[in-house]
């Protein structure tokens, strides 16, 4: 599901609100995709950037996020 608007979400350690996030990632949030009965977004889509947001354990609910360029400038 595409979410336009900012949606919190939670890992066992933090909150991410959109202060949080924006400053965590240093980018504007434009939209978010959670899978299916997902509560932690699957992709976040900045001003310049495509987030993967990726789980680091399958026991504990811990994120990273990997920063893609969302228009790489090739010379």
């Known amino acids: 599901m595409m979410v336009c608007d ?3 979400f939670s890992t ?3 909150t991410y609100t959109l202060e949080a ?3 965590a990632v240093g ?4 939209a978010m995709m959670f899978k299916e009965n997902e509560d932690i977004p699957a992709y976040i889509w900045t001003i310049n950037y495509v987030i993967i ?5 399958k026991i504990l609910t811990d994120i990273s996020f990997e920063k893609i360029p969302r ?5």
Not at 27 to 30: L, P, R
């Open 6 to 8: 900012w949606k919190t």
């Open 12 to 14: 066992d350690s933090e």
């Open 21 to 23: 996030f924006e400053a």
């Open 27 to 30: 980018d504007e949030f434009e």
């Open 53 to 57: 947001v990726k789980r680091s354990s």
């Open 71 to 75: 228009n790489p400038v090739c010379e």
